[in-house]
């Protein structure tokens, strides 16, 4: 399906340049962009993701991973193939990559208002677009967006961060909650393994805190490219001095997949040792994502246990009607946590 691209500016000889994302891609007529979903057609930008879902479930909140954003419930995920990075570890390379392996594939035509109802009939409290990139399908994305509002229903966005600051201008009335990925922490990681730049992803990250959307931030830690403890302290750093300490980071176990089938998974000492430093450096949230048994939520005054995850489900059991603890009256970071 053929739709108006949005965020782009003409050029001359019919080429025209996308706003969308930080590559901002000069496309020749007849030609597509990195993120081979949007198209210039005689000198006009069409996106050819619109209404085309390549998934859709109903997941538990905590699966965005967003620990502080109406824990316990449920948010109904979608998204369009395709993404404007090209991570050597993708975990949905599947869906993220398949425009650029093997074309644009077809997939189950479902627009805004459907996609509201069957949210609202479903019982969630949210609409998450994740999975791939959102921001590859921001028209569709913007449009239900708006609809949910009408209805009540929050917005969250599982992003890699790599928008244009006008993007986020115009979606941030929209925008509930975020969750960036900062991969890694150096430049040449993420013009070598990524397919990206770093900057962009920071500004888009201090420009969401900014506009006052709830954000979390998730490094997946790989053996051998980004596991260096210096430029994890790096990351913790940034998010502590630049987002603020109450910026939950969710530091996730690798696995081999993708193009690094032949990468061992991440050492859990690593791991625990990022928690430790990220804790020591002053952030109040640290969550070690994939392995068991590290993703409860204590109350950084007291100590008392408030939240109690098991893998994609939370219990409130700490927290007071006005999401205070209920032991010293220390309020939890965090946006619907009362109980």
Same mark, same amino acid.
């Given at each position: ?14 080429? !025209? ?40 479930? +109903? ?42 392996? %093997?074309? *644009?594939?077809?997939?189950?035509? %479902?627009?805004?208002?459907?996609? !509201? ?50 993007? *986020? ?12 990925? +900062? ?10 393994? +990524? ?12 420009? +969401? ?9 998730? @490094?997946?830690? !790989? ?47 690593? *791991?625990?040792? @990022? ?15 994939? !392995? ?8 950084? @005054? ?34 619907? *946590?009362?109980?």
């Amino acid at each position: 399906m053929r739709y108006d691209a949005l965020l782009y500016k003409e050029l001359e000889d019919k080429q !025209v340049q996308c706003l969308l994302c930080a590559h901002k891609c000069k496309i020749r007529e007849g030609e597509r962009g990195i993120c081979q979903v949007r198209e210039n057609r005689d000198g006009q930008l069409f996106t050819f993701v619109y209404g085309n879902l390549i998934a859709k479930n +109903i997941d538990p909140i905590e699966k965005k991973p967003l620990y502080h954003f109406y824990p316990g419930s449920r948010s109904y995920s979608i998204a369009t193939p395709g993404c404007n990075f090209r991570c050597d570890w993708c975990q949905n390379w599947q869906i993220s990559q398949m425009p650029k392996i %093997m074309g *644009l594939p077809h997939g189950q035509r %479902m627009m805004p208002e459907e996609v !509201v109802e069957q949210a609202l009939a479903s019982g969630c409290l949210s609409i998450s677009y994740t999975y791939t990139e959102p921001t590859i399908f921001f028209e569709y994305s913007f449009d239900t967006a708006k609809i949910a509002k009408t209805h009540e229903l929050k917005n969250i966005y599982v992003t890699n961060g790599f928008m244009t600051a006008e993007m *986020l201008d115009m979606f941030h009335t929209f925008l509930d909650a975020a969750n960036v990925d +900062i991969k890694a922490f150096r430049d040449a990681t993420y013009r070598k393994y +990524i397919g990206g730049r770093l900057e962009p992803v920071l500004e888009s990250c201090r420009k +969401i805190k900014s506009l006052g959307i709830w954000l979390e931030i998730t @490094t997946l830690i !790989v053996p051998g490219i980004n596991d260096d403890i210096m430029e994890l302290e790096n990351i913790a750093k940034f998010i502590c001095q630049d987002l603020g300490p109450e910026t939950p980071w969710h530091i996730s176990r690798f696995y081999p997949q993708y193009k690094l089938t032949n990468t061992t998974a991440t050492d859990e000492k690593i *791991l625990n040792q @990022t928690k430790d430093m990220a804790e020591r450096i002053g952030l109040k949230y640290v969550y070690i994502g994939n !392995v068991y048994g590290n993703e409860n939520t204590k109350c950084k @005054t007291c100590g008392q246990e408030l939240i109690i995850r098991s893998p994609f489900f939370a219990r409130i059991i700490g927290l007071d009607k006005e999401g205070k603890c209920k032991q010293c009256g220390s309020p939890m970071d965090g946006r619907g *946590l009362g109980k």
